[in-house]
């Protein structure tokens, strides 16, 4: 006979095959300050592992806060934080509250007769969110042993990720946090933030697999009746069935169950006509064949509440009804039996959102419109009204002039509460769907341009910007258009006239006084054009600066002078040093806005013209103020090349690797990153297989105007082509650079490379011209501030007047030019000028000689600087001097060879296999599968599968070894 449908209540309390993760999670909860991370795919128990956990005896002394994301978003930050502290009032003393904590009264009314007086208001938007942030934490430290859980953060909002990486950095000592989210929806800032921990926070990250076909077969047994397992064959089709999903196995069981599919064979149960029954690999025939057993009534409900779509009040569920108040009662007491629907406090929720969408998914449209159209009506009577819900039901329902009223007032509030992701995405889903009014449709597009450029996912808007501006809209709006659009031109890398198109217009219809006038004036500063003289660009510095000291708004005038110095330090412009000072004069300290945060990070640049000093005091102000994604890329980028300059190597590899990926929509950014990890590939193998990864590199970082993160390719370019004995191709293929440098009179970023230049133009029997070019380059700097000119055009002298045969003065110019590099430091370049004196001190007969080269083998060594090491070892050989060997670190014991498990990796990417196809394949986590891709990649000087793809192919053919870099003689 069939067996009765399996109580809800029974199903959801069995936990099968997630042992090991439990324990890891209970072990990271009571190891406070800790934090464990859930990540896993819909329906594959995140939640019900943390409930497992939550009724541990362990934790019976642990205050227990929850939240989680919602599926339809509402224009309020931190939802899911406020709604875990909403229940802790009785558990509060307002005497032992920081007053910072008194700053969360409006947004915990309900806690508000308990914390602390409201401290005066700030005008500062950025500051007040960062007092916010030091409220929340100090309210959650005033708590004592306290978990907080975070369920589906894939949904929660930027200022919950951004407060959970602002707690995390310092968390409170009897704080653990939970968090879960899905990993196919989880974007790359919530990962870093749940990725990048502090050393001393305790902290577990599980991914939780499918069940095994003996763990589906043990859960279904236990759904059956202990007593009563099932058979093998039945396990291993359920496993099929339902990829080992433990919600879908539950659904599906409960499904048959109902049926009466299942029979009793000997001792265990079994599936009747195993071939006849065919249920679809997911969820969803199962979840419907579910509903359709229901009256007409309760499949109504289940419809309205599946178009609700997030947990409601009764009073709500019944007004979006169209059944009267009783028939909703019943069909919702039938809904909740049957275990669809569930009571979440005093609210009405689906169980699971697969079967919510199962459910959603087959409303037929005219319905579906006409249900969001009730949903819409119901939630617009709630006090207060949720404007993400009703935006969301008004647009369904295809009432799209009130929709896009209700859109825009959720988009300024969401601004308001500087969420500009997400207020930009509800006015680009007005403009693209609705079709509002010209006056209208300019001055939304010219709002979504200004969130646009803070929204921490940049939208692609240059289409609705482009048809904005065709419309007869007023001149201030037009000119804002031609901003926004010259920074979406800006930011995909558009050809360099019309950027510099764009932002003339704006000027043209702004006037001097407008912050985007004075932003765009320092934009057409910089160096951008192949044909545009520093003449030029010199000029709308000066009118940048000019503006910048009559705008209203201290904050815009901040960025524009951050932005300008930046330029003026690349040019040795004096200047920079009093612009930067006003800079930070303003900051105090203290960067509390995105715009002081951007202002900051242009300052940084500084590093790159040899300030080194001024630019690590600037980037260290920064990150204690999380004041936004972008600005935190900006500083890693940054913080990337002055490590590389400074020869900071130890981690380098790898946080290089990780901003290539991170910074993959960057283009700009991006190229900073490429360049440094051409370089270190270069310096840890010496494979001429890098040269065409140089050329790309610098032929990407001058089409993307980006002159000042070159030296470094530039150099290195040269340098291997003196060695590979065609130092002619070298000067050819870095003519344009030096080209542009002169043309735009980047006088302190083109005399890094002088060095190399001379050496190549020597070697090419050009000797004459690179005396002319050294005293070129002298006279250009002698005016100007650019600190490692004084280093370089020594090492040049050294070099040229090793042409004259005097080996002796050679060496000393070089010794003088090592010790100038070691005072910034730049120990690569200072060992790598040690070299070159060495051996002009030993071919001269100087002992000397034999220190120096020890001294460069040594500095090679501790930089990890392969190639440089291995070449300067065989000079000693060479003349009879003793050496040891180098000591190879490794990494696994294959140093940069591929593991066998990299090799697997590797091999299953180039035949198109998904990321979770081959971690499926070798048994092993889609983050693994990552890493090893990643590591594959650096250790092959690749950076795509479509290049890996081409060398396995040509390795695997004959060719070259796949252990890059094993092999250091080419």
Not at 281 to 307: I, M, P, Y
Request: with cysteine; proline share 5%; net charge negative.
């Amino acid at each position: 006979m069939p067996l009765p449908p399996t109580p809800a209540h029974r199903a959801d309390s069995i936990l099968v095959g997630r042992d090991e993760q439990l324990r890891r999670l209970t072990e990271a909860v009571l190891r406070a300050p800790g934090v464990a991370v859930v990540e896993g795919e819909a329906g594959i128990g995140k939640t019900r592992l943390v409930s497992e956990l939550l009724a541990d005896p362990r934790l019976a002394g642990h205050r227990i806060l929850t939240g989680a994301g919602r599926r339809i978003r509402e224009p309020f930050p931190l939802g899911p934080i406020l709604d875990a502290l909403r229940s802790v009032g009785e558990l509060l003393d307002a005497r032992d509250l920081s007053p910072v904590t008194g700053a969360l009264r409006p947004l915990l009314p309900e806690l508000a007769h308990r914390l602390p007086p409201g401290p005066e208001p700030l005008d500062d938007r950025a500051a007040a969110r960062h007092r916010v942030f030091r409220g929340l934490t100090d309210l959650l430290g005033a708590l004592g042993d306290t978990l907080l859980v975070i369920d589906d953060a894939h949904w929660a909002d930027e200022q919950t990720v951004d407060f959970l990486g602002y707690l995390l950095d310092d968390a409170p000592g009897g704080l653990s946090v939970i968090v879960t989210y899905r990993s196919e929806e989880a974007d790359a800032t919530l990962r870093t933030v749940t990725a990048r921990l502090p050393d001393g926070l305790f902290h577990v990250h599980l991914e939780l697999p499918s069940l095994t076909a003996d763990e589906t077969g043990a859960l279904a047994t236990a759904l059956l009746g202990a007593d009563r397992p099932i058979t093998d064959e039945f396990a291993a089709y359920l496993c099929v069935r339902t990829s080992g999903l433990p919600f879908a196995i539950r659904e599906l069981i409960a499904l048959l169950s109902e049926r009466g599919t299942l029979v009793r064979r000997g001792s265990g149960w079994a599936r009747r006509t195993l071939d006849a029954l065919d249920v679809p690999v997911g969820v969803r025939d199962s979840v419907l064949e579910r509903t359709g057993r229901l009256s007409q009534t309760a499949r109504t409900v289940a419809e309205v509440a599946a178009v609700l779509g997030e947990p409601v009040p009764l009073r709500t569920l019944t007004a979006a009804s169209p059944l009267t108040a009783d028939a909703t009662a019943d069909g919702l007491t039938e809904a909740l039996a049957a275990g669809l629907i569930r009571e979440q406090g005093a609210q009405i929720a689906y169980r699971h959102s697969l079967a919510l969408q199962a459910v959603y998914d087959q409303i037929p449209l005219p319905r579906r419109q006409t249900l969001h159209g009730r949903a819409a009506d119901a939630v617009a009577q709630q006090s207060p009204v949720l404007l993400g819900q009703l935006a969301h039901h008004l647009r369904e329902a295809h009432r799209y002039d009130v929709w896009s009223d209700v859109a825009e007032r959720a988009a300024d509030q969401a601004a308001a509460l500087g969420d500009h992701t997400e207020a930009a995405q509800l006015l680009e889903d007005v403009l693209r769907t609705a079709e509002p009014e010209p006056e209208r449709r300019g001055a939304l597009t010219d709002k979504l341009g200004q969130f646009a450029i803070i929204a921490r996912r940049p939208p692609d808007i240059l289409d609705l910007l482009q048809r904005a501006q065709a419309l007869d809209v007023p001149r201030d709006v037009r000119g804002r258009l031609h901003f926004w659009t010259a920074l979406q031109y800006e930011a995909a890398g558009a050809a360099p006239e019309l950027l510099r198109g764009a932002l003339k217009a704006a000027v043209e219809n702004l006037g001097d006084r407008s912050e985007q006038a004075a932003h765009a004036m320092a934009g057409l500063g910089f160096p951008i054009g192949t044909d545009v003289p520093a003449t030029e660009h010199a000029a709308w510095l000066d009118r940048a600066l000019a503006s910048a000291a009559v705008l209203d708004d201290p904050r815009a005038a901040t960025l524009v002078r951050g932005k300008t110095a930046m330029q003026l330090v690349l040019r040795g412009d004096p200047r920079w040093q009093e612009t930067a000072d006003l800079v930070l004069a303003r900051i105090d300290g203290s960067p509390t806005h995105p715009a002081e945060g951007s202002a900051l990070y242009s300052l940084g640049e500084a590093c790159l013209a040899g300030h080194d000093d001024f630019a690590r005091r600037v980037l260290a102000i920064v990150p204690d103020a999380r004041i936004g994604s972008q600005a935190e890329l900006a500083r890693r980028a940054i913080t990337l090349l002055l490590d590389y300059a400074s020869g900071a190597w130890q981690d380098i590899d790898d946080e290089a690797a990780a901003l290539l990926e991170d910074l993959r929509d960057r283009r700009y950014m991006w190229v900073a990153a490429e360049s440094v990890a051409a370089s270190l590939r270069l310096a840890r193998s010496g494979s001429s297989e890098v040269r065409p990864r140089l050329i790309e590199a610098l032929g990407t970082a001058l089409s993307a105007n980006a002159y000042e993160v070159i030296p470094p390719i530039v150099t290195d370019l040269l340098r291997l082509d003196v060695l590979r004995e065609r130092p002619q191709q070298g000067v050819d293929d870095t003519a344009e650079a030096f080209r542009l440098w002169e043309l735009k009179a980047l006088w302190p970023l083109a005399v890094q490379s002088l060095p190399a230049l001379v050496r190549a133009l020597v070697a090419a029997d050009r000797t004459a011209e690179a005396d002319r070019r050294l005293r070129q380059f002298a006279t250009a700097l002698r005016p100007l501030r650019a600190p490692l000119a004084g280093a370089a055009i020594q090492h040049a002298r050294g070099l040229l007047t090793a042409c004259t045969g005097d080996l002796a003065a050679a060496a000393r110019l070089l010794d003088e030019a090592a010790r100038s590099y070691d005072g910034f430091p730049r120990p690569y370049a200072a060992a790598q000028v040690r070299e070159e004196a060495a051996r002009m001190y030993l071919a001269a007969g100087d002992t000397a000689g034999a220190a120096r080269l020890g001294e460069a083998i040594a500095a090679f060594e501790a930089l990890g600087a392969h190639w440089d090491h291995d070449r300067a070892t065989q000079a000693a050989r060479d003349h009879g001097l003793a050496t040891t060997p180098r000591h190879r670190r490794t990494r696994r014991g294959y140093g940069d060879g591929l593991s066998p498990r990299e090799r697997q990796v590797a091999e299953l990417a180039t035949t198109g296999r998904t990321n979770r196809e081959i971690s499926e394949a070798l048994f092993l986590s889609v983050r693994t599968v990552e890493g090893h891709l990643r590591s594959v990649l650096r250790k092959l000087g690749l950076r795509s599968r479509t290049e890996l793809a081409h060398h396995l192919g040509r390795t695997n053919n004959g060719g070259a070894r796949t252990g890059a870099g094993t092999d250091r003689s080419t």
